[in-house]
C-alpha cells in the first residue's frame, strides 16, 4: 500500500499549486481521500477531503473558497487545487486515504504518503 503526493514547491501569495496524490496497492474506490497540512510547529490539519461514494467534500475553514479536492477513480488518483495561496499555507501537506468516515481527523486515516512542501512567500 502505497500513497504518493506530488506537486508541492515555492509560490509567491496569490499563486496557485495543484497538488496530486497517486494511490497504488488498495482499492482506492472504496476510501475517503483526505488531504492534511502541518507547519513546523503547529499539529497536523485536516484541510479536505472527498468521499469515495458520492464525490461529496469537506473543507476546513482555511481550504474554503480557495481550495478544491478532486478524485479520478480510472487513474487511481486525487487531486487538490490550491488558489489564492497565502503565507500561512505555508506546510508540509499529505494525503491520506481512509474507510467510510468523511472526517478531518487524522486518526481516521490507515494509509498515509509522504509529504509535500508547500512554501508561498509574501
Known amino acids: 500500500v502505497q500513497l504518493q503526493a506530488c506537486g508541492g514547491g515555492l509560490v509567491q501569495a496569490g499563486g496557485s499549486l495543484r497538488l496530486s496524490c497517486a494511490a497504488f496497492g488498495f482499492t482506492f474506490d472504496t476510501y475517503v481521500i483526505a488531504w492534511f497540512r502541518q507547519a513546523p510547529g503547529k499539529e497536523r490539519e485536516g484541510i479536505s477531503c472527498i468521499s469515495s461514494r458520492d464525490g461529496a467534500a469537506y473543507y476546513g475553514n482555511s481550504a474554503k473558497g480557495r481550495f478544491t479536492i478532486s478524485r479520478d477513480s480510472a487513474s487511481k488518483m486525487a487531486h487538490l487545487q490550491m488558489n489564492s495561496l497565502k503565507p500561512e499555507d505555508t506546510a508540509v501537506y499529505y494525503c491520506?486515504?481512509?474507510?467510510?468516515?468523511?472526517?478531518?481527523?487524522?486518526?481516521?486515516?490507515?494509509?498515509w504518503g509522504q509529504g509535500t512542501q508547500v512554501t508561498v512567500s509574501s
Open positions: 491520506a486515504a481512509g474507510s467510510n468516515t468523511l472526517s478531518p481527523k487524522y486518526f481516521r486515516y490507515t494509509y
